[in-house]
């Protein structure tokens, strides 16, 4: 994933910064607790298609 496409993505929903989980390939929201999956490596920022995570 190239460092200056992380800088300027955002999540969708909420415009908060998203954090780059290498292994699963997403890109994570902290605060709406969602997970933007990255296929061939292109995030893939649809709402729809994000994974829901567990309340911290």
């Known amino acids: 994933m190239d460092s200056r496409l992380l ?3 955002v999540c969708p929903l909420c ?6 989980d290498k292994p699963a390939q ?4 902290r605060a709406d607790h969602l997970a933007f ?3 061939d490596g292109i995030p893939v ?7 829901t995570l ?3």
């Open 45 to 51: 920022m649809l709402e729809s298609q994000a994974r």
């Open 7 to 9: 800088e300027i993505l």
């Open 26 to 29: 997403e890109l994570i929201c």
């Open 15 to 20: 415009k908060g910064p998203l954090q780059y």
């Open 54 to 56: 567990p309340a911290e």
């Open 37 to 39: 999956p990255i296929k």
